[in-house]
């Protein structure tokens, strides 16, 4: 499939407002407003509002529904996993990228010349989205969110036992989980499930509309209620979940001493859960860790990676050292570190 | 040693007390012998591997992943040992991880050349939280802030044992503490106490106001200085000679003028201080000497230590302390009169006729090193803990300043929702402008309503943000109590205060006529070489 005069870099590249696409004339992930825009999943700095023309998975779209006010400015082009079009002089399809509901990879097809956008993506299970599928390709685009050797997620079930041996030892202790709004909170939610705990779980008002979202596409999760529709509850030895910046606000007050917990790749590093003011970090990640990324270079297998989004410099390395020509690719608009992952 | 690296990694994240308590408790209840001992004993800092070097660490992981990626990882995290624990992967072929006992027990016999395979064997049977725990233990700083007192609290409590209890046969017991758990949890023998250098547990005062003297019959108490420095217990027997806080922890080593002209045996109460030909050196004289591993030759001659006695336990294998106060004090003047003592000498005591007698002499006083008074029963005994009614600490009224706030950051554990921990300022010229320094820090003396003013007041005022630190619009008043103060040069404004707390809330007061940092200076005593 390789056409060898053909330099990737001429048709696919950065620029200030994102990574541009030329001959199909449209931005993957834009930083800003364009006028056609391929979107590989719901998060904020992957997903902003005000494009003209949006192409995604539905169920991405149905999150960008959710989060910008129904986007009735753009025209919105739903596209299933595994189906294609052509935007231009391109063939474009997504692909399964594991790391939320809709989350996809983008892959592009250009004069036999393929090249696969990684997105933000994780090679581990997870009930609330279909997992990632390699795609062999030419060039592969990775991100680097967790690209150092110290970032090995521990197996899920090892940090939800953390969480319920804790509720164990303070049982009358109010748990309160920090999660990101989209996919970690439904994913914990359908962890907790799955350990067996069949308890409810109380919700911070900021998460609840994503929540009904995922219900609406068949994720069941159980009995879950609002914080604030609570009556004559004590909270004595339960699970809430909120959003990060809730667990020390003054929201918490009602809670029966809180244990805050929260819930993040970043937490396998002390002193990132110390400055996060976890008492209880549960290593919970939607993306690929170290092993998983390395891992992924090999399943793709193409001669090209470039690394964006996060320490690209570690994997970069990596992939020379196997004899991948590997670079870094700089992205505008990408949050480093405390963004929603 | 993976349960044990769940109660560090628990405890590294906890910051509450009673939590921290609860989670060693649960922790000895659930482990059995030997493990819990050892745990114990890493807890209170009774264990030391001399073969695990920093060096060491670095080469295994530049072995693993090489150079470069090591370099990197290990500039992210910021701590060697987490950084080897986070990149070395579990092998799933290594066999089942070591038990804590195994640990210690090995490496206490293992050479220097054998350290290295057997280390390596046992980072690919842990997880990372076992490989963090592990490489914690071995290069000795746990770091997860528990104290040996805190540790044996929760021993105590496993055993529903006062924990002066535990304190007083501690030091005659040793890793992994057997008798002791067979005592507390099996009902075996209390351990013999009676061995060389035993810490006995300390008697304490309670704090008493002008006002509830009254209510006490002044000839049934006896008055002293309250002197301001360190209470210390000097322990001699069978030739072992031990300085001890009057926590139980062992200072020996950062005194070793005391421990050297100890030529006698008995278990003595007195204060540690710095002395001078006659004068007592200001406290912060004496902090120059604490928590030093090395003491300089120059240390020990221009801060020479010196304890003032107060009250004899133990003479010459005859224990005092079922004895009345009167009776005790007669045998330690007595045992004082028989021959000189160089580093010992004995604190007075102050004659009174009535309380206004005293308070008067309390208000004269205005010598440096003496913090106020203490009154105790003629008739009490030597009594561990703090018991309600022998003794009394009369404390000479603290020095006021208005400060104004200039920084709020959150709390910790029930506190962490409350801007609680408040850095104040005075005023001060630099360069020709008046400037806010800021002069301390203070996180409690506030009630629980003041605490939700406060809060309120920095979340209304709040000028800009880093992290859990909020600067606030320099407006607020605080009146800030302080016991002492001395000049510093870890502080910007160059004086640090001893026991700072937010005496009241002074919204009455312009924030413009908040004291200045000259008015602070003048408060700090003059000091020999501090």
């Known amino acids: 499939?390789?056409?060898?005069?053909?330099?990737?870099?001429?048709?696919?590249?950065?620029?200030?407002?994102?990574?541009?696409?030329?001959?199909?004339?449209?931005?993957?992930?834009?930083?800003?407003?364009?006028?056609?825009?391929?979107?590989?999943?719901?998060?904020?700095?992957?997903?902003?509002?005000?494009?003209?023309?949006?192409?995604?998975?539905?169920?991405?779209?149905?999150?960008?529904?959710?989060?910008?006010?129904?986007?009735?400015?753009?025209?919105?082009?739903?596209?299933?996993?595994?189906?294609?079009?052509?935007?231009?002089?391109?063939?474009?399809?997504?692909?399964?990228?594991?790391?939320?509901?809709?989350?996809?990879?983008?892959?592009?097809?250009?004069?036999?010349?393929?090249?696969?956008?990684?997105?933000?993506?994780?090679?581990?299970?997870?009930?609330?989205?279909?997992?990632?599928?390699?795609?062999?390709?030419?060039?592969?685009?990775?991100?680097?969110?967790?690209?150092?050797?110290?970032?090995?997620?521990p197996p899920d079930m090892v940090e939800i036992g953390k969480l319920l041996r804790s509720l164990e030892t303070f049982p009358e202790r109010t748990h309160l989980v920090g999660v990101y709004a989209l996919g970690?909170?439904?994913?914990?939610?359908?962890?907790?499930?799955?350990?067996?705990?069949?308890?409810?779980?109380?919700?911070?008002?900021?998460?609840?509309?994503?929540?009904?979202?995922?219900?609406?596409?068949?994720?069941?999760?159980?009995?879950?209620?609002?914080?604030?529709?609570?009556?004559?509850?004590?909270?004595?030895?339960?699970?809430?979940?909120?959003?990060?910046?809730?667990?020390?606000?003054?929201?918490?007050?009602?809670?029966?001493?809180?244990?805050?917990?929260?819930?993040?790749?970043w937490m396998g590093v002390r002193a990132r859960a110390r400055q996060r003011g976890a008492e209880l970090p549960l290593i919970i990640s939607d993306h690929a860790d170290w092993s998983e990324l390395c891992m992924t270079l090999k399943d793709v297998g193409a001669p090209k990676v470039w690394v964006t989004h996060g320490r690209e410099e570690a994997l970069v390395h990596m992939a020379r050292s196997i004899g991948i020509e590997a670079e870094a690719l700089h992205l505008a608009g990408r949050e480093e570190d405390e963004g929603e992952t | 040693m993976q349960a044990f690296a769940e109660l560090l990694d628990a405890l590294s994240f906890q910051p509450a007390r009673n939590a921290k308590l609860r989670l060693i408790e649960h922790y000895l209840q659930h482990t059995p012998d030997p493990d819990r001992g050892w745990a114990l004993a890493a807890l209170t800092g009774g264990l030391d591997f001399p073969g695990a070097k920093p060096a060491l660490l670095r080469s295994f992981g530049e072995d693993k992943i090489g150079a470069e990626l090591f370099h990197w990882s290990y500039d992210y995290v910021g701590d060697l040992a987490e950084t080897l624990a986070l990149i070395w992967e579990t092998n799933p072929e290594a066999g089942p991880p070591p038990r804590l006992g195994e640990v210690v027990e090995t490496l206490q016999r293992a050479t220097k050349m054998q350290t290295p395979a057997i280390l390596k064997r046992w980072l690919d049977s842990l997880d990372a939280t076992g490989r963090w725990a592990l490489l914690k233990l071995l290069t000795g700083a746990l770091r997860v802030g528990v104290s040996a007192r805190l540790a044996k609290q929760a021993v105590a409590n496993v055993g529903k044992q006062p924990v002066d209890q535990v304190e007083e046969v501690w030091h005659a017991l040793s890793p992994p503490y057997r008798p002791l758990f067979d005592w507390l949890q099996n009902g075996g023998p209390k351990p013999s106490t009676n061995s060389g250098g035993a810490f006995l547990p300390a008697m304490l005062a309670n704090p008493i106001e002008r006002a509830e003297l009254d209510t006490l019959d002044p000839t049934h108490f006896r008055a002293e200085w309250k002197w301001d420095g360190i209470r210390v217990q000097v322990s001699s027997s069978g030739g072992v000679k031990r300085l001890y806080s009057r926590a139980g922890e062992d200072v020996s080593?950062?005194?070793?003028?005391?421990?050297?002209?100890?030529?006698?045996?008995?278990?003595?109460?007195?204060?540690?201080?710095?002395?001078?030909?006659?004068?007592?050196?200001?406290?912060?004289?004496?902090?120059?000497?604490?928590?030093?591993?090395?003491?300089?030759?120059?240390?020990?001659?221009?801060?020479?230590?010196?304890?003032?006695?107060?009250?004899?336990?133990?003479?010459?294998?005859?224990?005092?302390?079922?004895?009345?106060?009167?009776?005790?004090?007669?045998?330690?003047?007595?045992?004082?009169?028989?021959?000189?003592?160089?580093?010992?000498?004995?604190?007075p005591l102050v004659q009174f006729t009535?309380?206004?007698?005293?308070?008067?002499?309390?208000?004269?006083?205005?010598?440096?090193?003496?913090?106020g008074l203490m009154l105790k029963r003629a008739d009490s005994p030597y009594l561990a803990g703090r018991p309600k009614g022998p003794w009394f600490k009369w404390k000479r009224d603290p020095h006021l300043a208005d400060c104004v706030l200039m920084y709020a950051q959150r709390g910790h554990g029930k506190r962490s929702s409350f801007y609680s921990d408040y850095t104040f300022g005075c005023w001060r010229d630099a360069e020709g402008k008046r400037e806010l320094a800021p002069v301390g820090k203070a996180y409690f003396g506030f009630t629980d309503e003041e605490?939700?003013?406060?809060?309120?007041?920095?979340?209304?005022?709040?000028?800009?943000?880093?992290?859990?630190?909020?600067?606030?619009?320099?407006?607020?008043?605080?009146?800030?109590?302080?016991?002492?103060?001395?000049?510093?040069?870890?502080?910007?404004?160059?004086?640090?205060?001893?026991?700072?707390?937010?005496?009241?809330?002074?919204?009455?007061?312009?924030?413009?006529?908040?004291?200045?940092?000259?008015?602070?200076?003048?408060?700090?005593?003059?000091?020999?070489?501090?």
């Open chain 1, 1 to 153: 499939m390789t056409t060898d005069s053909l330099n990737p870099r001429s048709w696919l590249y950065p620029t200030p407002r994102g990574l541009y696409c030329e001959p199909g004339d449209f931005y993957v992930d834009p930083a800003v407003a364009v006028n056609r825009a391929v979107i590989t999943h719901g998060h904020g700095d992957h997903a902003r509002p005000g494009h003209r023309n949006a192409l995604a998975t539905p169920e991405t779209l149905a999150i960008m529904r959710a989060r910008f006010q129904d986007m009735p400015d753009t025209a919105q082009q739903p596209l299933k996993y595994g189906e294609s079009v052509r935007v231009g002089c391109i063939e474009v399809s997504l692909v399964p990228a594991g790391h939320i509901l809709g989350s996809a990879q983008v892959v592009l097809e250009h004069r036999g010349q393929r090249i696969v956008v990684s997105g933000d993506y994780k090679r581990r299970p997870d009930a609330t989205c279909p997992p990632f599928e390699p795609v062999p390709c030419d060039v592969f685009i990775t991100e680097a969110t967790f690209a150092l050797p110290v970032f090995h997620h």
């Open chain 2, 451 to 530: 605490l939700r003013w406060l809060d309120k007041w920095v979340r209304d005022h709040t000028t800009s943000r880093f992290g859990p630190v909020r600067e606030v619009e320099p407006n607020l008043v605080l009146e800030i109590a302080f016991d002492g103060i001395a000049r510093s040069t870890r502080h910007k404004s160059g004086v640090a205060m001893r026991f700072p707390r937010v005496n009241r809330i002074r919204t009455d007061k312009p924030a413009g006529e908040a004291d200045t940092v000259d008015n602070l200076l003048r408060l700090v005593p003059p000091s020999g070489n501090g």
């Open chain 1, 184 to 265: 970690k909170c439904q994913r914990v939610i359908r962890l907790l499930r799955a350990a067996g705990y069949d308890k409810r779980i109380w919700l911070h008002g900021a998460l609840a509309s994503l929540c009904t979202l995922y219900q609406q596409h068949g994720i069941d999760l159980g009995d879950i209620a609002l914080v604030s529709d609570a009556i004559l509850e004590t909270f004595r030895g339960a699970i809430v979940l909120c959003p990060p910046s809730a667990i020390s606000d003054r929201w918490t007050r009602r809670f029966n001493e809180p244990i805050p917990a929260m819930a993040s790749g």
């Open chain 2, 253 to 347: 080593a950062a005194f070793p003028d005391i421990v050297e002209a100890i030529d006698f045996d008995g278990v003595f109460d007195g204060e540690l201080l710095v002395r001078r030909e006659e004068a007592i050196a200001p406290f912060n004289d004496l902090q120059q000497r604490l928590n030093r591993k090395v003491v300089t030759s120059k240390m020990l001659k221009e801060h020479p230590a010196h304890v003032r006695l107060y009250d004899a336990l133990w003479i010459e294998g005859e224990d005092l302390r079922a004895l009345p106060f009167d009776q005790r004090r007669a045998r330690l003047e007595a045992w004082m009169a028989r021959q000189p003592r160089p580093r010992f000498d004995l604190s």
């Open chain 2, 354 to 371: 009535d309380w206004a007698h005293l308070a008067q002499l309390r208000e004269e006083m205005r010598g440096d090193g003496i913090e």
